[in-house]
Every structure is written in C-alpha cells, then in structure tokens.
C-alpha cells in the first residue's frame, strides 16, 4: 500500500511569493495535519482537517492556510513567504485524527525562501 | 517553557552501546507517548507507540513513561550504525469533546552510533 505522498519534494521561492504544497494520505484516512519542521527543531503543528472541515490550527499567521477535499487529499497555502518560512512541510495522516491514533508521515516538502 | 523539552545531544556511541533518549512534558492532558524516528532529508518514522506508564518492549528498542514524574525515555540496546538518526519525542492529549490529535514533539536527539 502506498504511503502518504507529498509533492512537490522541494521547491525554492522568493520573499513575497506564495506556494501551495500538496498531500495525499493513506488509502481510508480521513484526516491530514500539516506540521512545520524548521532545521534543527522537532516539527509544529500547523493545521489538522477531517472530514473536509478545519479541526485545529496552530500558533501560525493567517498567511498559511489549508484545504482537504472530497478525496481527502489536502493543499497547504502560504501567501507572502518570509525568509523564516524556509523549512521542511510535513504532511501526516491518520484515521480520523484523534489523539490515540498513529499519525504517518510523509516524506515532505522542502521549501527554501531566498 | 516548551510543553515538551528533549535532552538535545547530539550522542556518539560505538556499536553494541545501550542508548537512553528522555524527554519531559509539562502538559497532564498528553495520554498518548509516541518516539520518530527521521533519517536525514526523511519524514519522521514511528518507532514506538505507548498510553500507559511503564515499559513497552519491540525488540531493541524499550519505550518507558512515567506519568507521575512526566518522563519518557527510549532505550536502544545493542545499538547499530543504522541507528544513526534523529529521534523525536511526541505526545497527543486525549480523544472527545474539541480535543484533536494534534502531536506536540521534542526538539529531537541526534544520535550517530559509529562501526
């Protein structure tokens, strides 16, 4: 079975830019979290969808947002990119998103904001 | 303070060492004790799932929480170059009313085991 997939895998912008970076989850998971991975820093929560409905968002600006859809792929937004947004975007998906369930992560996308 | 703190190392140790990675958390409502792994340039890999104090075993590798001290820790026996990776500590709270599985991870320990 197919892991989770994220694309592009890396990806090299300039300040101001936006980019969209896509997720597929495993095969019957309904949820997708979105999770910020800066060099040398465990990854932060960004966003959690279920079910095509936002269920969490974490302590990031409203230049980042997100979507899943009917597929229960997901697409994360980033408008007006900052030098500090150069990071590794990991995708995870799990079941239904609840907190005693396993989350799977992809293998990311790397963003690098010159 | 972080609601997770991880020792940040980095660890070198020989092969065949034993390895003990910790991390504390500060928050009660984390129910769910996770350890990543994540080779360079990778998403983190789950290693070791566990919800209850005390030890969980799955061959080399001993998960162990401690909830009234909140501590987790990861032992690595018999330790290998392929070991070599980040590790990272993660925990969710509990399931129900607006909770959500939102993971909150450690900083990540870099551990190289060398031949």
């Known amino acids: 079975d197919a892991g989770v997939t994220q694309s592009p895998t890396h990806l090299i912008k300039t300040r101001g830019q936006h980019v969209t970076l896509r997720c597929s989850p495993i095969s019957g998971h309904k949820s997708v979290s979105w999770y910020q991975q800066v060099l040398g820093q465990g990854p932060q929560f960004i966003f959690q969808y279920y079910e095509k409905e936002e269920r969490g968002r974490g302590n990031f600006p409203d230049r980042f947002s997100a979507r899943q859809f009917p597929n229960y792929s997901s697409e994360l937004n980033v408008n007006a990119l900052l030098l500090g947004d150069s990071a590794l975007y990991l995708c995870?998906?799990?079941?239904?998103?609840?907190?005693?369930?396993?989350?799977?992560f992809g293998p990311g996308t790397r963003l690098l904001v010159l | 303070q972080k609601e997770v703190e991880q020792d940040p190392g980095p660890l070198s140790v020989p092969e065949g060492a034993i390895v003990s990675l910790n991390c504390t958390y500060s928050n009660s409502a984390f129910q769910y004790f996770m350890w990543y792994r994540q080779y360079s340039r990778k998403g983190p890999e789950l290693l070791m799932y566990t919800y209850s104090s005390g030890n969980k075993e799955d061959g080399r590798f001993t998960a162990q929480v401690d909830k009234s001290s909140k501590y987790i820790s990861l032992f690595i026996r018999d330790s290998q170059p392929s070991d070599s990776a980040t590790y990272l500590c993660?925990?969710?709270?509990?399931?129900?009313?607006?909770?959500?599985?939102?993971?909150?991870f450690g900083q990540g320990t870099i551990l190289t085991v060398h031949p």
């Open positions: 995870a998906s799990s079941t239904r998103g609840q907190g005693q369930e396993t989350q799977y």
């Open positions: 993660a925990m969710s709270a509990n399931a129900g009313g607006t909770s959500y599985g939102k993971l909150t």
